[in-house]
């Protein structure tokens, strides 16, 4: 049987595959990261928009405290702020999420537990002012969100989106090795962004 955390890991390639191909039959709907990251986004949230209730919650600043009416949040966010970084896209695990308020009943912080969060990170060769010409500085780009989503212990994904043909298929390994086992690197190129004049018949 499957569990529900494969389920919902089932939903998120699903859509991984839908972007890519519709980045791939039109590379040019997306000017730049944010297009790629926005589009992931509204095809997530059908599945992960559902308002659940949070129950994990804490009042500090009181040995009594007032009972707190019913909070909820969908499991979907953008831009996740954790200790000194974001996350572009996460599916999270609501019952592993604690919300803290104080005495007086004002929100205070979110804190993350261990559980089984989803977390997505997307990179781009393509921005609406330019493109990465170096090919050093977009495998140090990649490198570092390797390096940052090797942190956790839950599932996460890094989708590289290679508009201009950057680095060649050879190269690709070489940027997934590093990769922990929890952590899915998939990289998705498309060289029609190298040259735009049109082909002669």
Not at 80 to 86: N, Q
Request: charged letters at 25%; one cysteine or more; a positive charge.
């Amino acid at each position: 049987m499957v569990s529900a955390y494969e389920q919902d890991l089932q939903v998120v390639r699903q859509c991984i595959e839908r972007l890519k191909k519709n980045a791939a039959a039109h590379p040019f709907c997306y000017f730049n990261e944010s297009d790629l990251q926005a589009e992931l986004f509204a095809l997530l949230c059908p599945k992960f928009s559902t308002p659940c209730l949070m129950t994990n919650r804490f009042v500090w600043g009181t040995d009594s405290p007032r009972p707190l009416r019913d909070l909820y949040s969908r499991r979907l966010h953008s831009e996740l702020l954790l200790a000194g970084e974001r996350i572009d896209l996460a599916i999270l695990d609501t019952n592993k999420i604690k919300i803290s308020v104080n005495s007086r009943g004002r929100f205070g912080h979110i804190q993350f537990e261990d559980g089984n969060h989803i977390y997505i990170e997307l990179k781009a060769t393509r921005t609406n002012r330019s493109r990465v010409r170096s090919v050093p500085a977009w495998k140090a780009l990649l490198a570092a969100d390797v390096e940052k989503l090797n942190r956790y212990t839950h599932r996460c994904f890094l989708l590289c989106f290679d508009f201009e043909g950057v680095i060649s298929e050879s190269d690709i390994p070489t940027l997934t090795a590093p990769a922990k086992p929890h952590l899915e690197v998939l990289y998705f190129r498309n060289c029609s962004g190298r040259c735009l004049f049109q082909t002669k018949n």
